[in-house]
């Protein structure tokens, strides 16, 4: 899933960036930051996100867990 319609246009280069990192399989600490949702509303989230690895050390995906505050 695309979550680029969730992230709140002031914070796409920032989360961008992390996606960035992800892909090269960096290691993200657990950060606070926003999301939109169904109905338009700005809330807080606290995000962990991990790169998925393969046997052959390729990032193949990016999973992420998101709780609102």
Do not use: C
Not at 6 to 25: F, I, Q
Not at 28 to 35: D, G
């Amino acid at each position: 899933m695309n979550i680029s319609s969730l992230v709140p246009e002031d914070r796409k280069a920032g989360e961008l960036d992390t996606v960035k990192r992800l892909s090269r399989a960096e290691v993200i600490e657990p950060y606070r930051t926003q999301r939109l949702t169904k109905d338009g509303r700005i809330v807080d989230v606290w995000l962990t996100a991990s790169s998925l690895i393969d046997k052959n050390n390729n990032v193949y995906a990016i999973s992420t867990t998101e709780r609102g505050k």
